[in-house]
């Protein structure tokens, strides 16, 4: 029997000759008579008949209402086989993308639809209204429809492009296959007087309401949810549900590379879709349709929801000058601030020039950001010629008199940009305009500011700033310890209240120098800087031991209590020291002085009175994830240098148990410990001694919970939980193998993570927090269930933003055998198995197979071709100790698996013995017995009465899609569906609806595809909810269950 590729334009450089493939085959090519575009190939057997078809090499299956078969099953001895193909633009010797195939078996001629994905799965079309099928290089109007429907979908050419800004010179566009498909697309700049942004514009100019088209960016079909547990769904619109549709972008985005915001306008009524990108992602397919009562209209509101897309996909943050700039302030869990803000009062000593300083936080994870937006006190300030925003920026530096921090004289913007690294702008004038100085173009700020006294004279005159007076300090300042810039402000300024004239400049510094404290420093407007201390504060507390001359001094706060100073730190010649608070009861004085030890520790030293000092001020403790109860790391260096007993050497953190306690029916284990001391509240949570970015709690923490999974070496953490002394629990969850970055479960999702009406913590768990443990375990150790059910696809754990494994089927040596390869869908191309699945029942498997499985590169289900739901052999492939391992198992027809490795011969032969021997036992592919099909993953049940609803699995999709994370990979249109000629009688099938099935990449190909149309049936993959409504007067046609023979024409 002879094997054919439907895929090579056979012969080849001429249009009669033999097959590529086999020399006994004959194929002739051409162009379809009475048609533009579509061509054709046609493989005829010569003595040998033709046993297989495939497409790049893997087999094509035929799906109908019974399941799924191969071709070489339905029609073992074919004798012709032509392919019809869509020839515009291409000069290929490959069919990219076959469209219908006419086979011959030599009674009658039978035609299918290809469904798309990797162009291997093929549908039958019903013959009743088609009038025969035509022979040759011959069409019927009824084949060119089909073409032209085919053509429509596959090659996506009805579809909604966001990324399209109408200057294509194509503008409108019209199908040109179809003549009646037509949009045009157009650009908006400043829409809704919201700057900053643009907006795109596509209008449906269709020739009638029926026809659908999906939404794509670029070749990327978009999928869309309406929360984080509905499934995703294909997005689509059409004439009757969509007037218009538009896309918001950030100006500064030329090449429109991040949509941000989606409005879907019909009746009056929009309806809105975000961006669901998240960090990692390579495309923009998957959105979240926003609740009706989110309300954008109003230009305040939709300009807030664009900033924060923008900041989260463009990296674009508003800088307002003078104050903490914390990028934006939305109340969002995924928004974490690009900038960290400071304030530099040593500029210039003698001008008194300070200055504002915004850098790339840590937590942004990037080392630059856009500004979108400059503010001054509220005023929006403006640049001169078309300049709006500044891309790639590392530094911004404002610079304004200490005096005067309220007027900015000066800016530098520092760039990542080679040609153009610095950009100066001065401000000569009252007002929001700002000017270009050239004269500082090619100088850093350090060089430059040597310069910048002519510059200050002339603005304070201008714009009027008010310069520091230089005074001589009296005896003693009278020092305001509480005193803080107010709001988002980094400085300010107020008098000593004992002589009242001195004017002291008070900065704050965040996370400085340790995380989860800030620092407020205190410096004098003297002629020389230096002064001295009365020996009391204004709050009534004393300082001891400081009789000299000193440059400043600074309070140290928690940043969950900003009114109780923790610790003091003075600057003078002879350099840095620090003061704790001691309280007299009995004289009722509270006095900060060096003392038991603090005269011996240093800056070096400064993490761990920090910690130690807020445990005693605050009642707050730190924590280390790898041991919680061991809290001696964050005061060691204190006891080893004072040789006292630190505040938290008195604090406890036990064990509620000696072990780790396992997770029924998981593979994960909870490790609870308990807060001892009422009222305890966590300050800052590391890991390895080092920063996490975790934000406990601010309330007080009785207990908290470690879960891992149990079979990690590494011990590494999947989900942190602070259980309250009253209340319910906050969970974090790891987001990177180095247990460094954690993000903020919702609320919403948690609360089910506990059994019970009122959810308060206990040991009763629920499988909704397996789910997210599965998720996360997946995330930091690439562990899967393999689903041994799946035929295509890609799948993983429900909410995993990559589905880390890929199923396709191989073109398996083993004759009347099926092999679907489980391969790893990510960067990383091992994989762990910790068990396997049969859908969602777990299969037992042999014990000399021990899980998890590490570095699994690859695991094989083979099926029978007679029994294509039932799995009968595993092979699977990994690496242990860097060497190369197989194993292989059998079935024995319910939930068990025998580990068979040493039993299986080398010879591919002998092993398709082996696999018919392993299906015999199980009593498959007998005479007797008849041959079952595996259904569709792929499935999508489908309401058709009014109003009904559609619905759609995530993996399903995927599988119709063609999905891949490679970045070529390309995801293809959603259906255009035939309409029934209105004069045609309407009954109703009783058939499910099959599948949609996108196209994929071939091998040696270009990447192709869609989901297909079905002329009888509607999916859930051509129209939403909305969408199906003008459907809903439509029926199905009863399906030919297939002719005995087909009249020739």
Known sequence: MSTIDISKKCPHRTSLGPCEDDQHIEADKGDLQGTSYYGYVTHSSIGKKIGKLTCGGKPLLIEDSKGTTTFSTKYPKLEKVTTYYYKKNDSSDHIHVPLILRVNGG???????????????????????????????????????????????????HKIDIRNDGNSGNNPYTCHVCKEA??????????????????????????????????????????????????????????????????????????????????????GQSTWYENGWEAGMKRHDKWTKLEDAINLFSPEKLKEKLNLLSCLLNGTVRISLGLTSNCHTFQDTRHKS???????????????????????????????????????????????????????????????????????????????????????YQKTKPGNDWEVYGQFSTQSPDSAKDKFGPIFSDAVKTLSIKPCEKRYPPSGLKINIIKQPTGDHLATTYVDSGSGEIPIAVVKRLDSPVRGFFKVTHTARTATGSFKLDGKFTNGDGIRGVEQLIDSISVFYWNSNDHTPILLEIKDQQGTKYYSLWEDNVRNQKNWARRN?????????????????????????????????????????????????????????????????????????????????????????????????????????????????????????????????????????????TSFIWKPIDGNESKDYYKGVDKTPQKTLTE??????????????????????????????????????????????????????????????????????????????????????RNVELVTVYFPNCSLITPVVIYIKYKENGQNNTKWLESDGEKNWKDISQQIPGDDTKITEFLNGVTSGLGLCTKSSRPTYAQPHNSIDVSYDLGGSVSGDEDDFESNSGYSDEEDATIPSALTPDVPPKDTPVTTSEEPALAAQASGPIPGGSSEGSILDNPYIITSSVLGTSALACFAGWKLYNRSRGDPWVRQI
């Open 107 to 157: 009674e009658a001629y039978h035609l299918y639809l290809n469904k798309g994905g990797d162009h291997t799965k093929w549908r039958e079309i019903s013959l009743r209204d088609l009038n025969g099928i035509p022979s040759d290089n011959k069409t019927t109007p009824k084949l060119t429809s089909k073409l032209n429907s085919q053509t429509c979908t596959l090659h996506r050419l």
């Open 182 to 267: 037509t949009l045009w697309s157009s650009t908006e700049k400043g829409v809704n007087s919201i700057d900053y942004y643009k907006r795109f514009c596509h209008v449906l100019l269709d020739n009638g309401n029926e026809i659908t088209h999906p939404v794509a960016y670029g070749n990327d079909l978009i999928r869309y949810r309406e929360n984080a547990n509905n499934k995703w769904k294909p997005l689509s619109f059409s004439k009757s549900n969509c007037e218009y549709l538009s896309v918001y972008y950030w100006e500064g985005d030329s090449d429109r590379e991040n949509p941000l915001l989606m409005e879907v306008k019909h009746d």
């Open 338 to 424: 690009r900038i960290l803000s400071s304030y530099d009062s040593t500029i210039d000593i003698q001008l008194s020039l300070s200055a504002y300083v915004y850098t790339p936080s840590k937590d942004s994870g990037s080392s630059s950001f856009n500004v979108s937006e400059f503010y001054l006190e509220g005023h929006k300030q403006t640049f001169p010629g078309d300049t709006s925003f500044f891309k790639d920026v590392t530094k911004v530096t404002a610079y304004a008199s200490s005096c005067d921090t309220t007027k900015p004289f000066l800016l530098c913007i520092e760039t990542e940009s080679s040609n153009e690294k610095y950009k100066w």
């Open 597 to 737: 030890g603090y005269e011996n520790l240093t800056s070096a030293d400064l993490e761990d009175m920090l910690d130690d000092q807020n445990c005693h001020r605050n009642n707050a403790i730190p924590i280390e994830l790898t041991k919680p109860n061991y809290l001696k790391p964050f005061y060691s260096k204190i006891k080893k240098n004072t040789g006292i007993n630190p505040h938290l050497s008195k604090r406890l953190v036990s064990s509620s148990t000696s072990l780790p306690t396992p997770l029924p029916g998981t593979n994960y284990t909870v490790q609870e410990y308990i807060i001892n001391g009422h009222g305890t509240r966590i300050s800052r949570v590391t890991y390895n001694g080092e920063d996490t970015d975790i934000d406990p709690p601010k309330e007080s923490i009785s207990r908290i919970r470690i879960y891992k999974w149990s079979k990690d070496l590494k011990n590494i953490p999947l989900l942190l939980e602070f259980i309250p002394s009253s209340g319910s629990s906050t969970f974090f969850e790891s987001t990177d193998v």
């Open 768 to 853: 909704v927090l397996t789910k997210k443990l599965d998720e996360v375990s997946c995330r930091i150790h690439h562990t899967v269930k393999i689903d041994i059910s799946k035929n295509s696809g890609r799948y993983c754990h429900s909410k995993c933003t990559y589905k880390r494994i890929k199923v396709e089927r191989e073109d398996t040596l083993f004759e009347e055998y099926i092999g679907y390869e489980h391969t790893s869908n990510t960067k990383d191309k091992t994989f762990t198995i910790t068990s396997m699945m049969k859908r969602n029942i777990e299969q037992k498997v042999d014990p000399n197979i021990e899980f998890p499985l």
